[in-house]
């Protein structure tokens, strides 16, 4: 085992792993982390703790993982490259490692734009390949990207994010590959609707034997509505959300979207689950928390296994 | 340079006779294109008949000012060789080599000296002679005061006492000894443009025309408007001096057989003539004076005549009456005349009173012109006039002689400048150019340097007549020039255009030492070059001059309000002074000329012009959008003369192909076109592989002609028995039992002219009618035949095949535009219905076949791209709009473009092939000049300041500017057009458009908004 | 070229409103050639500030003047003859002049009459985009000769994010994607495999990072 | 007191608006004297800062005719020329002169009415518009450019 994580153990044992995910509060509310984190104790190997997801600003990462952890769940810590610069995220690394958060996801993060602070100067002092290069270095090396030694280095075991959907899309598998060069542990996909495209991803993926390097988490989100469907159909950058969902979305009434979502999520994860290359499942219930557990259920990902 | 024959070897001179407008451009044709000219008028100076008119239609310009910039250009030709108070004696010999002799009856002046101070008259008004009509106080023998030569004439059996008269002129310029004196010359060729006289009304005594002086003919009237008139322009009752209220025209004076003694023939030109005359009356006195019209035939056929018409009509009101007043009776009671005459709707005679009556008299040849020709053995027609053949309009029956204007036929003035044109072109077949002569050189004075001095600006303010100093007080003008800085002299010049003012102007550049010019006058579209020229004349560089346009774009449209066109005035006259003073010497560039033409079109027009062309050795591209030649007049079978157009046609035709001087290009399309004249380059392609082609050439020659217009109407397309004209001008040739069965064939005139469609009058649709009409007799002499019309425009010789065809039984039937004949099909036939005018009520007939007189329309499609590509302007209906009605029919705006035949106006082949020679014509004076002089109105770089930005490469229409090796942004003065886009978009204004520098943009803004009280 | 924005005349017009005199003062390099601050717009703005002036009643002395540099002391010196009678300069220069002149005329308020926008090119007549932003290390070679740094959103250089689509920015369809620019390059140049090697994490000290920068060329400098 | 006369610039192409402004004197088309022509080979030669001037000097008006679009006898003068009175509109606009006192008309040659009518629309929108601003506040010089 490179790491303490509880993460590592579940798909070193072969399982299928299932995360999820916890926005933090736009507010020193700690209670709220609680309550949505508890709602997806036992259902979930690990919770991501987003980063000012969206550009806008939350109580941090780290400090929720903190609350998470002493909740004596498995946080995941997300950090984007738009934020810190490398001296600030070692410094934080440090700290989150010092309470016992041993799993990561290294990002870029969203652009400004199209946060609550557009007029903020956005670092990337690094981007999210050199950022995972610098996490395994801490891990392997034992030192600092700026090259001295680092006293009891933290062991994260690191994860990245990867979008099979984006263009150039001939380019996906080699950035996948470059993340894994890189030191990439496991990799958090973008939401799959779009399940033909992936496969095809996929099965480049396998070609290359990637997957044997890195895990491969397939990211799904249930949508509560057919308005959200063809939102994330035009508006989100990087989204790929064939007419077939949004119609059968739109096909049922209002009353009933969001069961249909669930199932469409449900659906996707039995088809992917026999995708060569899938190792698990991130299930991004966007403040729709208290669906997990269904979505876990219904996938017959319940329960969790044990790992001691 | 007159009666100086030395310098002109004989071989290439030409003879014109007649100094009219027609003579002049004939001459300034020839002379322009290297030919030796000789110029004879039997008046003491040359102008003509145009000279006695006030203004012209349609821009109703006064007619000085657009003539006499040609008559000095004619005076200034170095090539023109004119003598006047000169006839023709003798002419012997043949083509290329004729002996004329001419003899010059004495003036008693000597030319070369005087000075034209006018002492003489004033002692001695009675040795003078003024004579167009209605002259009380002869002014002085210059008929008009742009007279050229620009000297007096002594009538010495008027002169009582020589000695005294001697001796009044200071210059010693009167000889009382001099005698007429006989002149021999050898010419190539002769051009006869005589003129005409007008038929003298006095024998008809119901006008009691010569017995009441308030009868007057339309020339008179003239007079009675002309600025320089004897009532100095004011319009007064001729008995006692009064301001008229009702004028009355009265048609066809001496034309269409009407009177005892009248010619047969319409003179044409009448109609315009007195419509004209109307409108500038009202447009004098607009309600307070009301002016009437009676008529026959409103014979308004000309391009765009119609809607002038319709403007009179419409915009001003000028009465029309159709009918032919029996009788003019003055009145001593009311001093008025009662003109009585008959209404064509059939209702009793009216009387009428008016104030005044204006004759229209027609055109008739004179009986010396007579005898000249007599002596010439030249055949005349019927009426006198030289014969000339359909197809070879301008050429008389003896070889090397030509005639053009009123000897050849009655017409107007822009046709008599197409046939002078032509006839120029043939007679220069005839000879040989002589050996070019740089005119600048031998008029000009050496150009002053006045880089170093400080400006002295002098301003000229024409009165032109009435037209600036009936509006604006010209003196008070020129005394607040005065006012303005650096003025040295502001002061008045009358017709500033005139020979006399043009040397006042002269002479003051030189006495004052002036180096900058301003001159207060009209357009300087029209008369920039004349003055540019004078400075050049004068030693000082052309481009210090600057005109302030305070007649067409002040008094012209400021009339109704003095006080306003008084401060515009002063305006335009500040700004062009404040801008001179930033004027500054420039040079002007010249290429080498292509000698090659581009005729697009391969009809008759497009043919002839460039068999014309091709004749004198210049090498003709002649591109046809058709697989073959012939156009429209490829479908026509017979003239109304009865000659064979096919025959015709493909004789025409094998020339052209066979010519090794035409390049006969079909299928082709023009797709692009760049360059100035002298040097275009234009774009073919040709069908089918539509592979690409370009041609280099120097003039363009649009002989793209029209279509017949086939509009749906009367059942036309849907049942057999109606046709167009055309159709039935091929069914004569081709299906004779069809006519012979034919009892009854009913024509309907005007079928989609005259209408909202098309406002034009197709012109040769009445002839066609007719020609048709007679046609069919001839074959079915029982035929019944109906011709409906609106107004039978016959015009010219072809009025007496209209009254042939009435004496042969055509029954010729008016309608009014609004209430136009119905058409019903009936079994084989057609009813048609119509309104009698006379019994006021409708008639039907059944006609075994309707005839339509559609007439042509322009070829809206092919002359839209056209006008796109070559960036030409069009007329309402799309024909192609000439660069000035009158002066210049073919010359197009664009300069190096001619247009010919219809794709100018409707016109009959005839027509057509005179305008192809004289498009010809036109474009050998610009392809004589073996360089093409460029404008100096070009854009310059300051090295400087440029910032080597590309935004002028970039901007810059014509891809002319570049970056040059010494990395700064460079323009060809050769190759740049002048549109000054570069100079505005450059960012470091490192670029000035000469001529137009922001400086002179901004000075004149100063001039305008200085904020000083007048 | 560095590439200007005249400012909005309002704030022009109430930086030079506490003076009477001012010299206007043009560049005839970058801002000529992008059309911010040459002869012409300056001729332009004073006329501007004259007339916004005049509206008020008040009159406002304006010397225009364009110098061919206004980032040497050489081609600054020309104002001096000038100086003494302005209250104030307005530059229409990028930064570097507006403080050059600065430097050389200690007690003249200098201000600023353009937004230096960019290191740029002109797309074309009229348009100028971004495309360098100094870093000091120049890694064109390694990228197709397309700037990541200068061009994307982020200043990835290891690859484009998850938010590229169909050649565009997530930002802004206005905006390419310059991975896919550059991907597209390599490919042309059959360098795809050029991709796969990660860039390391870049030093900026080369660039702004490094504080102010200086080049001194011994063999030239005094 | 007597109604504002404006003083009213008309930069006219040679080519075309300014033949149709001789056509409008040949056809006796009266239109207000308000209106002043200046010269150029081309709209497209007109310059940013020749509007600018003409306005600072005090114009009332100013308008930029050139020929019909398509027909420009130097390609495109006057569609260039159209861009940069759209510019100099905003410009006005920014510092209170007033964008719309400066327009832009197309016109053949043959338009002489066309002429004489914008003549007469531009003077009536500029009278209501009343005295250039500039002019405002310096005492009494309404009338007096036109004196």
């Not at chain 1, 542990?185 to 609707?193: K, N």
């Not at chain 2, 292509?594 to 002839?608: A, D, N, P, Q, R």
């Not at chain 4, 404006?6 to 033949?19: D, E, L, N, R, S």
């Amino acid at each position: 085992m490179k790491t303490e994580s509880t993460l590592e153990k579940i798909l070193a044992s072969g399982n299928l792993a299932v995360t999820s995910e916890c926005g933090p509060p736009r507010g020193a509310v700690p209670d709220k982390v609680k309550e949505k984190a508890e709602m997806l104790r036992g259902y979930v190997d690990a919770v991501n703790v987003t980063d000012n997801q969206t550009a806008m600003v939350r109580m941090s990462s780290f400090a929720a993982c903190v609350i998470i952890k002493q909740m004596g769940m498995d946080p995941i810590l997300q950090m984007v490259t738009r934020d810190r610069n490398r001296l600030a995220m070692q410094a934080d690394i440090l700290g989150a490692y010092a309470h016992g958060i041993d799993t990561m996801l290294c990002l870029s993060g969203d652009h400004p734009h199209f946060g609550d602070h557009p007029q903020a100067m956005n670092v990337h002092d690094i981007d999210s390949i050199q950022f995972v290069q610098m996490v395994h270095t801490m891990r392997e090396k034992g030192t600092f990207q700026g090259g001295d030694d680092i006293i009891n280095p933290p062991k994260m075991f690191i994860g990245a994010a990867a979008n099979p959907f984006a263009d150039p899309f001939e380019l996906r598998v080699a950035r996948l590959a470059k993340k894994a060069k890189a030191g990439a542990d496991f990799v958090q996909t973008q939401c799959i609707y779009n399940l033909d495209k992936f496969e095809t991803w996929m099965k480049g993926v396998v070609d290359r034997g990637l997957h044997e390097k890195v895990h491969v988490l397939a990211g799904v989100t249930p949508m509560k509505t057919a308005g959200m469907a063809r939102y994330m159909k035009n508006k989100v950058p990087g989204m790929d959300v064939p007419d077939e969902i949004v119609d059968r979305m739109a096909g049922v009434p209002k009353e009933k979207q969001a069961e249909e979502g669930i199932k469409i999520c449900v659906e996707s994860i039995q088809r992917l689950k026999d995708v060569e290359g899938v190792s698990g499942f991130h299930i991004m219930a966007i403040e729709w928390e208290q669906k997990v557990p269904e979505i876990v259920k219904k996938a017959g990902l319940y329960p969790r296994p044990e790992i001691a | 340079m007159m009666n100086d024959q030395a310098t002109m070897p004989s071989h290439n001179k030409i003879l014109v006779v007649g100094g009219g407008i027609g003579g002049i451009r004939a001459a300034m044709d020839l002379a322009e294109s290297g030919r030796n000219v000789v110029l004879i008028d039997k008046s003491v100076s040359i102008g003509g008949l145009i000279t006695q008119l006030d203004r012209t239609f349609p821009t109703n310009d006064c007619d000085l000012c657009t003539l006499s910039p040609r008559l000095s250009e004619g005076g200034r030709q170095e090539h023109i060789d004119l003598l006047t108070m000169t006839e023709v004696k003798k002419v012997s010999g043949d083509v290329g080599n004729f002996t004329v002799t001419l003899s010059q009856t004495p003036r008693y002046i000597d030319l070369e000296k005087c000075t034209a101070c006018g002492d003489c008259f004033k002692v001695f008004p009675e040795c003078v002679s003024f004579n167009p009509g209605l002259d009380h106080r002869a002014p002085t023998c210059m008929r008009y005061p742009q007279a050229i030569p620009q000297a007096y004439a002594i009538d010495m059996h008027k002169c009582q006492d020589v000695k005294a008269l001697e001796n009044v002129c200071k210059a010693g310029a009167i000889l009382p000894q001099q005698t007429s004196k006989e002149i021999e010359l050898e010419v190539g060729a002769v051009i006869l443009c005589p003129g005409a006289d007008v038929f003298d009304p006095s024998g008809l005594d119901h006008f009691e025309y010569g017995k009441n002086p308030d009868v007057v003919t339309s020339l008179e009237y003239e007079r009675i408007l002309s600025a320089s008139g004897p009532t100095q322009g004011e319009l007064v009752r001729p008995s006692d001096g009064k301001k008229p209220e009702k004028i009355a025209w009265i048609q066809c004076v001496g034309s269409r057989g009407l009177q005892k003694g009248a010619a047969s023939y319409c003179s044409s030109a009448c109609c315009m003539f007195a419509l004209k005359e109307a409108i500038v009356t009202k447009e004098r006195f607009q309600d307070s004076i009301e002016t009437t019209i009676f008529y026959m035939d409103m014979r308004t056929f000309g391009k765009e005549y119609e809607q002038y018409r319709e403007r009179a009509e419409n915009e001003f009101h000028v009465n029309l009456v159709r009918s032919r007043p029996h009788s003019i009776v003055g009145d001593e009671a009311t001093g008025g005349l009662d003109i009585t005459f008959a209404p064509d709707d059939g209702s009793p005679s009216i009387t009428e009173t008016f104030d005044m009556a204006v004759l229209s008299t027609g055109f008739k040849v004179s009986e010396s012109v007579r005898k000249m020709a007599g002596t010439m053995g030249i055949e005349l027609n019927a009426h006198d006039f030289a014969k000339t053949d359909e197809f070879s309009p301008v050429a008389t029956s003896v070889p090397g002689i030509y005639v053009c204007g009123l000897f050849e036929g009655p017409k107007d003035i822009p046709e008599t400048m197409v046939q002078a044109s032509a006839a120029a072109c043939l007679a220069a077949k005839a000879t040989q150019p002589a050996v070019h002569i740089d005119e600048d050189t031998l008029v000009n004075l050496p150009e002053r340097d006045v880089s170093s001095e400080e400006p002295r600006i002098g301003i000229f303010i024409c009165d032109c007549g009435l037209n600036i100093g009936g509006v604006v007080d010209t003196q008070n003008l020129a005394e607040f020039g005065k006012t303005l800085p650096q003025v040295a002299v502001s002061q008045v010049v009358g017709h500033g255009c005139s020979r006399s003012s043009m040397d006042i102007i002269h002479k003051t550049i030189v006495d004052e030492k002036l180096n900058r010019v301003v001159i207060g006058g009209c357009s300087p579209r029209t008369h920039e070059t004349k003055f540019q020229d004078l400075l050049q004349r004068a030693g000082l560089n052309k481009y210090l001059v600057e005109i302030a346009n305070i007649r067409d774009q002040d008094t012209w449209v400021h009339a109704d309000d003095p006080e306003a066109a008084k401060q515009k005035a002063r305006h335009l006259i500040r700004m062009a002074t404040s801008s001179v003073k930033n004027a500054h010497p420039l040079i002007e560039h010249s290429l080498p000329m292509h000698k090659e033409i581009l005729v697009v079109g391969g009809g008759v027009s497009g043919m002839t012009t460039a068999l014309s062309l091709a004749d004198q050795g210049f090498k003709v591209f002649l591109a046809e959008k058709a697989p073959q030649l012939g156009g429209l007049a490829g479908r026509i079978k017979k003239t109304i003369e009865g000659r064979d157009v096919p025959v015709f046609m493909e004789a025409l035709t094998q020339k052209t192909l066979q010519h090794p001087g035409i390049e006969v290009i079909f299928n082709a399309i023009i797709v692009d076109h760049t360059g100035m004249p002298g040097m275009f380059k234009t774009g073919l392609q040709i069908a089918p592989q539509m592979y690409y082609r370009q041609i280099e050439h120097g003039v363009t020659i649009l002989a793209t002609g029209a279509l017949q217009n086939r509009p749906e109407t009367f059942l036309l397309g849907e049942n057999p028995a109606v046709m167009t004209q055309l159709d039935m001008d091929t069914l004569l040739e081709e299906d004779l039992d069809r006519i012979k069965a034919m009892r009854t064939v009913a024509m309907i005139q005007c079928v989609g002219s005259r209408c909202p469609e098309n406002q034009n009058c197709s012109r040769i649709c009445c002839q066609s009618a007719v020609k048709n009409a007679l046609r069919l007799l001839d074959i079915n002499p029982d035929m019944r035949i109906f011709v409906l019309y609106r107004d039978m425009r016959t015009y010219g010789f072809t009025e007496d095949y209209y009254l042939e065809a009435r004496k042969r039984g055509v029954i010729f039937v008016r309608y009014e535009k609004d209430a136009p004949p119905q058409v019903r099909p009936e079994k084989d036939g057609i009813e048609v219905t119509f309104v009698d005018p006379i019994l006021g009520q409708s008639l039907a007939l059944s006609a075994d076949c309707l005839c339509l007189s559609t007439g042509l329309v322009a070829d809206d499609e092919a002359s839209e791209d056209l006008a796109m590509i070559f960036r030409l302007q069009r007329t309402g209906e799309g024909f192609f709009l000439e660069d000035h009605v009158k002066l210049r029919p073919l010359d197009l705006s664009t300069p190096g473009f001619f247009v010919a035949g219809t794709a100018h106006s409707p016109k009959n082949i005839k027509e057509c092939i005179a305008d192809a020679q004289a498009a010809a014509g036109r474009a050998q004076t610009l392809l004589a000049k073996n360089s093409i002089e460029l404008g100096a109105a070009v854009a310059r770089v300051d090295s400087n300041k440029c910032a080597a930005c590309l935004v002028c490469v970039r901007a810059c229409p014509f891809d002319i500017p570049f970056i040059n090796a010494d990395g700064y942004s460079e323009i060809d003065p050769a190759k740049c057009h002048g549109c000054g886009v570069c100079a505005a978009e450059c960012p470091a204004k490192a670029i000035q458009l000469m001529q137009f520098e922001d400086d002179q943009i901004l000075a004149k803004l100063d001039g305008l908004l200085e904020r000083m009280v007048a | 070229m560095i590439t200007a924005e005249r400012k909005p005349l309002e704030e022009i017009i109430d930086s030079v409103k506490p003076f009477q005199r001012i010299l206007l003062v043009g560049c005839n390099e970058c801002v000529t050639v992008c059309a911010a601050g040459g002869r012409k717009e300056v001729g332009i703005l004073a006329s501007a500030l004259q007339m916004n002036f005049m509206k008020a009643g008040q009159t406002i002395d304006i010397k225009e003047l364009t110098l061919e540099r206004q980032c040497d002391p050489e081609y600054v010196e020309e104002l001096s003859t000038h100086m003494d009678q302005v209250d104030a300069v307005l530059s229409m220069a990028c930064g570097c002049g507006v403080q050059e002149i600065a430097r050389r005329y200690k007690d003249k308020p200098v201000l600023p009459a353009v937004n230096t926008k960019f290191m740029g090119a002109s797309e074309r007549q009229g348009v100028w985009a971004e495309r360098c932003q100094g870093c000091g290390d120049c890694l064109l070679g390694l990228t197709g000769g397309i700037c990541p740094i200068a061009r994307c959103s982020k200043r990835l250089l290891n690859g484009p994010c998850g938010g590229s689509t169909n050649g565009k920015c997530e930002i802004s369809p206005e905006v390419d994607c310059v991975w896919q620019l550059i991907w597209d390059r390599l490919k042309a140049l059959g360098m795809e495999d050029r991709y796969e090697d990660i860039m390391p994490a870049k030093n900026w000290q080369t660039g702004r990072g490094g504080g102010p920068r200086k080049i001194i060329r011994e063999d030239l400098a005094e | 007191m007597k109604q504002f006369e404006p003083v009213i610039v008309a930069f006219c192409c040679h080519y075309c608006a300014y033949t149709a402004a001789d056509m409008a004197g040949s056809k006796r088309l009266s239109y207000p004297a308000n209106v002043n022509i200046v010269r150029v080979p081309c709209s497209g030669k007109v310059d940013a800062i020749h509007l600018m001037k003409a306005f600072e000097k005090g114009a009332d008006g100013v308008y930029v005719a050139g020929c019909l679009e398509g027909d420009c006898h130097f390609k495109n003068g006057n569609t260039k020329v159209a861009r940069r009175v759209a510019y100099v509109k905003k410009l006005l606009d920014e510092i209170g002169i007033g964008g719309e006192r400066l327009e832009m008309f197309y016109m053949s040659a043959g338009m002489g009415e066309r002429f004489a009518r914008v003549a007469t629309e531009m003077t009536k929108k500029i009278r209501k518009l009343g005295p250039n601003p500039t002019k405002a506040m310096s005492t009494g010089n309404q009338g007096e450019a036109v004196a």
